[in-house]
């Protein structure tokens, strides 16, 4: 069975810093690894995928992930925050091929003070 | 806009109601999708159509019931629903391959509570 594992239920940081939002996976083979943004009262926003190549992936908002294959590690990172990141995070995983489905992590809570 | 509408955006409804909710997507996709959020939980995947059939069903109870029309719109009926199904209803679609690597876009949800 597959899982993800978001193990902290919120991350702090002050404007202007640089933030890390933790993602482990446990899923046999070679998965693809997403990010989501929630805003509150709004739906799931997608900010970035890994499907291969190059292990440090860009998205949107200026937002990065790094994958690690021997740690099995996806984690979510931006060199500068902004307090309109505060948000909740998915970390999502799904198998390769057709008809796989999606698994989320319960999210974290990003709080960016000014 | 993510091209993913639900309707209604908030909806309260005793536990004998009848009510469904909705979902339509702009985007030409293949696939939609059922997903229910609830507080600290991870988001828990209900329901797949795919090429307007039903891929998945993962142990819903069956006073939920979806209905995929076309492959544009998805219903999830709601019936004799318990409190606990209180809780974000969100739908999404993606556009489907072979290899399974498209994202989801998701509607904004629709809040349900029941009393």
């Known amino acids: 069975a597959q899982s993800v594992a978001q193990p902290e239920d919120q991350v702090n940081v002050a404007e202007g810093n640089p933030l890390t939002v933790k993602c482990t996976y446990s899923v046999s083979g070679n998965p693809y690894l997403f990010w989501y943004v929630q805003y509150p009262n709004r739906g799931l926003q997608f900010l970035l995928k890994y499907i291969t190549g190059d292990n440090l992936v860009k998205g949107s908002y200026g937002f990065e992930a790094e994958f690690n294959k021997s740690q099995t590690s996806f984690h979510l990172k931006k060199p500068s925050a902004l307090v309109s990141d505060s948000a909740l995070y998915f970390c999502?995983?799904?198998?390769?091929?057709?008809?796989?489905?999606?698994?989320f992590g319960k999210g974290t809570m990003l709080l960016v003070s000014p | 806009e993510t091209g993913v509408t639900q309707t209604p955006r908030h909806l309260v409804m005793g536990m004998t109601n009848k009510k469904s909710l909705k979902c339509e997507q702009h985007?030409?996709?293949?696939?939609m999708y059922w997903y229910k959020q609830s507080a600290k939980k991870p988001l828990e995947l209900m329901f797949v159509?795919?090429?307007?059939?039903?891929?998945e069903n993962n142990s819903v109870p069956s006073r939920f019931s979806p209905e995929c029309p076309n492959s544009s719109h998805l219903f999830l009926h709601l019936h004799t629903l318990q409190p606990e199904d209180s809780a974000l209803y969100l739908c999404a679609s993606s556009q489907e391959g072979l290899q399974g690597n498209t994202e989801a876009f998701f509607g904004q949800g629709t809040r349900l509570t029941v009393v």
């Open positions: 985007l030409g996709h293949n696939a």
């Open positions: 999502a995983v799904r198998p390769r091929g057709r008809n796989s489905t999606l698994t």
């Open positions: 159509y795919s090429l307007e059939e039903r891929v």
